[in-house]
């Protein structure tokens, strides 16, 4: 980006591909941390007089529009947090995308609808990613990447435009690559991992990639029970995943003592917020019960774990964050971070999510990553569809 500055890029057409993958409740935007995220860049590329046209995809529609995934609602914020509005085009390459970035003075900005309206964005066939990607590219003289969270998916936005225009690396990628290599490089000890979220299968790789290189790898959140189970414990009504006990089982074999499993865990008798709740041992679930989070003696045991690792990587809540009684797993190992005197990163998606919605100070970490999966293949050592195509 600072590149790009330093050319000149007043009066330029720019495709700045953001990631505003945002969560929704209806049409209310209920984090709009990826849109923040974004701001530096977008107000470098203004003040410089760029005329800016920002794509990004929402959820996952099939390829056509469908109106529970139109970002309207995301350029009504974006236009709030930037001062002045947005033009928002209500398709992503047709007529009114035309007329959106044709009206673009320099320093606007413009808003075009869900790139995943449109099937070549996706699509596995080159010729029709490629096809998309050239309508994309008419709209500007030059690219920008800042969409971090994307830069796992080989796509059309994200790919194959930046073989077609003068490409840039936006600011939150670099940054974003700046801190998670520290991770990958040779991280400070002790290095501490933490891992939540719902399935072992989703997690399988980061974590075959990270524990040879973590002194601990703590895990709660729905994929302890099949760990637990691994462990030879019931684990009741629980989320298990029966095709992974095996798995866990050789993991925690090689693991040499390093991952740490929840010794307690609040059961409760439905998923819901108003459900009869227990604190239970790990090895005494209830047949009737499943588990939401952990419980008050693993907050402890985590949080002695992490207090003085000198560097820790979180991804993924501890249990079901979102309802208050299945919520202090989440926020304690969230408060225990913030206390280290050492280099924390909170991986994106649920976890950075979890950490906002919980009230905790942001600035407790040294740094909040707006990818989940990205963050996660980073660290795997995966190449990066999105990264590869700057590099080229
Ligand atoms: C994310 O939320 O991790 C990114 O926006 C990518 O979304 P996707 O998993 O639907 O490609």
Redesign the pocket.
Known sequence: LDDLLSEGVKGRRVLLRA?L?VPLDGDKITDDGRIRAVLPTLNALREAGARVTVVS?L??PKGEPDPKYTLQPVANRLGELLGKPVAFATDTVGESARAAVAGLGDGDVALLENLRFNKGETSKDEAERGGFAAQLAEFADVYVDDAF??VH?KHASVFDVAALLPRYTGGLVQRELDVLSKLTGDPERPYVVILGGSKVSDKLAVIEALLPKVDKLLIGGGMCFTFLKAQGHEVGKSLLQDEMVATCADLLARGGGKIVLPVDVVTADKFAADAKTQVVAADAIPAEELGLDIGPESVTLFAQAVESAKTVFWNGPMGVFELAPFAAGTRGVAEAITKIDGFSVVG??DSAAAVRALGIPEDGFSHIST????SLEFLEGKALPGITALEA
């Open positions: 990631d993958n995809h959820g996952r969270g994307a998916r994106g998606g990818g989940g999966g990205a």
